[in-house]
């Protein structure tokens, strides 16, 4: 016989609903807040004894910070200097011909739907010596205000607003992705990319393509034969030639 339906609400800490089929009723079970939703019995629950306690530990297991790693890259593979002066790369600024109201919404949004930010030491550098010194709702503002992690062994202090420095990717960022909060997002930084690719430690990989090559540099994937597989979660095609493509990992 059906009860009642637990439902989990945004907040996976928040106290969860349980609907109840007629002619059960809170009185079955605990103390309940009643709520009426098209004459079925929706009860909030404040101080449960069955569903509360297993349930959320149950969530609590189950649901994680996801670690997603985006990058401008090019047909032949290559991640290096899409902005011109990140290295001296020949053809550095490849990325910025292209350029497009999509593609720069698209990257806001990315942003938006996050609310920490994990770097490589070169990638954190780079960013702390531009981002503090700029203002805007769209990137500057959220970049400079939102948690920011830079995993080095070398790098001993950190004066961007709100950093904080990692030593070990297997263990400090693993425990990062288990701590509370919002997603994670991950921005260049090859060297940390590849080794949270070789642990395992990455939930979404999206790839903004640009239909250019520049005949080497570095590189998102080495030639180290580690198989990896990923299943496309969504793609996108831009006027101006550039692919959008989300992948999530397949174990």
Not at 73 to 79: A, K, Q, S
Not at 86 to 112: A, C, R, V
Not at 207 to 228: A, C, H, Q, T
Request: charged share 25%; hydrophobic share 35%; with cysteine.
């Amino acid at each position: 016989m059906i009860i009642g339906v637990l439902v989990q609400p945004l907040d996976a800490f928040a106290p969860l609903e349980c609907h109840f089929l007629p002619p059960f009723d809170q009185t079955t079970f605990a103390s309940f807040t009643k709520k009426d939703h098209a004459k079925n019995y929706s009860y909030r629950i404040h101080h449960p004894r069955w569903c509360y306690r297993g349930a959320r530990r149950h969530l609590q297991k189950k649901i994680m910070r996801k670690i997603i790693v985006t990058e401008f890259i090019t047909l032949d593979g290559v991640i290096e200097a899409p902005g011109g002066n990140e290295t001296p790369h020949p053809h550095g600024g490849w990325q910025f011909k292209y350029s497009s109201p999509e593609t720069g919404k698209y990257k806001i949004d990315e942003l938006s739907s996050v609310d920490t930010l994990l770097l490589g030491k070169t990638t954190y550098e780079a960013f702390a010596a531009y981002w503090p010194g700029q203002t805007g709702a769209g990137f500057a503002d959220p970049i400079n205000r939102m948690p920011k992690y830079v995993v080095s062994r070398s790098l001993q202090k950190v004066e961007w607003n709100n950093s904080h420095i990692l030593r070990d990717v297997a263990g400090d960022v693993a425990a990062l992705r288990k701590s509370d909060g919002g997603d994670i997002l991950v921005y260049g930084s090859a060297t940390l990319v590849k080794a949270l690719l070789h642990h395992d430690l990455i939930d979404e990989l999206r790839l903004m393509v640009y239909p250019v090559s520049i005949g080497g540099g570095l590189r998102l994937f080495d030639d180290n034969r580690e198989l990896k597989k990923f299943g496309l979660k969504h793609s996108r095609a831009i006027d101006n030639g550039v692919l959008i493509l989300e992948y999530q990992p397949i174990s």
